[in-house]
Nanobody, 129 residues
Framework: QVQLVESGGDSVQAGGSLRLSCNVSGLTFGDYAMGWFRQAAGKEREGVSCISWNGRSTYYADSVKGRFTTSRDNAKNTVYLQMNSLKFEDTAMYYC??????????????????????WGKGTLVTISS
């Protein structure tokens, strides 16, 4: 049974930092690209970041570029999202997902994700202004 479990969500003030984690079990973690997504209340889900299976390639939404960093530890079956300089508009439920791959077409404001078939249940990030 594949499980993706996010953690690290919290309530912080604008300008602060958080580190989200996503621990994966039930699949060969190193075979999968890992994406982070978020969905704010009343809004559509949006892609935040993605990291290739080996961690060598990362992609970010324009809205978080320069503030968020994704990384992974294949020995721990865990992917991370370090979020700095948080803004009120970063408030959302954050989800991780595992898939075949990812990239980013020129001019696309979000990463491109391929077959993100496995999803976690999310962790809530609340930013107060």
């Amino acid at each position: 049974q594949v499980q993706l479990v996010e953690s690290g969500g919290d309530s912080v003030q604008a300008g602060g930092s958080l580190r989200l984690s996503c621990n994966v079990s039930g699949l060969t973690f190193g075979d999968y690209a890992m994406g982070w997504f978020r969905q704010a209340a009343g809004k559509e889900r949006e892609g935040v970041s993605c990291i290739s299976w080996n961690g060598r390639s990362t992609y970010y939404a324009d809205s978080v570029k320069g503030r968020f960093t994704t990384s992974r530890d294949n020995a721990k079956n865990t992917v991370y999202l370090q979020m700095n300089s948080l803004k009120f508009e970063d408030t959302a439920m954050y989800y991780c997902a595992a898939g075949i791959g990812c990239g980013q077409r020129t001019g696309n404001p979000e990463p491109d994700y391929y077959n993100m078939d496995y999803w976690g249940k999310g962790t809530l990030v609340t930013i107060s202004s």
